[in-house]
């Protein structure tokens, strides 16, 4: 397997699993793409994009550094048309961006209602459907494209919308893109999947939720490894999943997952969402 001479645009890739996922391309000298809004250090988060594209370059990779709020379609197609001239085409897009917030309805404000849906929703569906002729354009070239997102497996158990029902819609918007867009562009031979954790992961968002023990954790890296074997698998024949990290790493033979824990020894994790 391998990931050389890809051109990929990876949306809020400054840090966390969207950096991850960038550096293990790059390992393999891949052309990465970093799109988010950082741009100067944050007091509290870690990255920007131009630390990922230093990442990447060492790494091994050709990193290009793109400001951009996804929540702005005149942004996402100004950065999509700088990455095909730059690299030439894009081949994948990773879906990564998300704004997260767990409140209940009666503690949830309109603007980070407006937030999530903007990011995580429209963010998404207007970066696939910017990225999407490019996307045909690799199909057409033999270059196995794929759309790629974070994001869960549809349910509709209401466990998962009773405490936080703004952000499981907005998770679930996500989800829904990846299901339409598999099957609208299945005959194009673009592939569409979706991966989601079953543990909670160490990112700066994660350690933002107060109470939130990162020794019960995984890294990004495990997302990254399983990413890396969607995107190398044929796009035709791998389109329409919803991936879940340990069992697509276990159906290539990978069961000992002791690396990727936060606090080596590690037996009891804590779950992330949306997993029944």
Known sequence: ????????????????????????????????????????????????????????TAAGGVGLALQCDI???TQIEAAIVKTVETFGGIDILINNASAINLTPTLGTPAKRFDLMFDVNVRGTFLTSQAALPHLKQSARDGRNPHILTLSPPLSMNPKWFKPHLA?????????????????????????????????????????????????????????????????????????????VDDELLASEGIT?????????????????????
């Open 1 to 56: 397997m391998s990931l050389s001479g890809k051109r990929i645009f990876i949306t809020g890739g400054s840090r966390g699993i969207g950096l991850a996922i960038a550096l293990k391309a790059a390992r393999d000298g891949a052309q990465v793409a970093i799109a988010a809004k950082t741009t100067t250090p944050h007091p509290t988060l870690p990255g920007t994009i131009f630390s990922a594209v230093d990442e990447i």
């Open 71 to 73: 929540r702005d379609e």
């Open 167 to 243: 952000y499981t819609m907005a998770k679930y918007g996500m989800s829904m893109c990846v299901l339409g867009l598999a099957e609208e562009f299945k005959r194009d031979g673009i592939g569409v999947n979706a991966l989601w954790p079953r543990t909670a992961i160490d990112t700066a968002a994660l350690a933002m939720i107060p109470g939130v023990d990162t020794d019960f954790c995984r890294t990004p890296e495990i997302l990254a490894d399983a990413a890396y074997i969607i995107l190398n698998r044929d796009a035709k024949d791998t389109t329409g999943n919803f991936f």
């Open 256 to 276: 000992d997952l002791e690396k990727y824990s936060v606090k080596p020894g590690t037996t009891e994790f804590l779950l992330d969402f949306f997993l029944d």
